[in-house]
């Protein structure tokens, strides 16, 4: 993780973060005034949107687990691993009864893109090893 984090959380301003790995640099910011309101992640040319409460339900949901949780990493198209937050993000058992992504395509990768952002705001720790790593909560 960087020393210290660009931006300010907004369109204008985003959070320039980097995925838990290292390997990819991303922007990330509020949109409060979308239906409904959301996280959005932009990725090169791509942007991803996921619900914005996702931050304080993946919070809580860390809180209540209480240990280390894998992160996992899929794309939508195919399936999370059991027990890690990318599974979590899709589950019917969540806050919001399935997806926390919002657009149809692009709703995986939770677990590469929303995990900096907590880090990012004091709400959990992540590891930054190449591969399987995991978070909690602070």
């Known amino acids: 993780m960087p020393d210290h984090v660009e931006g300010m959380g907004t369109a204008e301003d985003p959070w320039i973060l980097v995925t838990p790995p290292g390997s990819s640099e991303f922007d990330a910011w509020r949109d409060e005034t979308a239906d409904p309101p959301a996280l959005r ?8 949107a996921y619900r914005l409460r996702c931050i304080e339900d993946l919070h809580a949901m860390l809180v209540e687990h209480g240990d280390w949780i894998p992160l996992g990493n899929a794309d939508e198209q195919k399936d999370a691993k059991p027990g890690t937050v990318e599974a979590w993000a899709r589950s019917a058992e969540n806050p919001v009864g399935g997806w926390y992504g919002l657009r149809k395509g692009y709703r995986g990768r939770f677990g590469n893109y929303v995990p900096p952002v907590l880090e990012h705001l004091g709400l959990a720790e ?3 090893g190449p591969r399987n790593n995991r978070m909690r909560a602070r």
Not at 41 to 46: C, F, L
């Open 41 to 48: 992640i932009r990725v090169g040319a791509t942007t991803l």
């Open 126 to 128: 992540v590891e930054h």
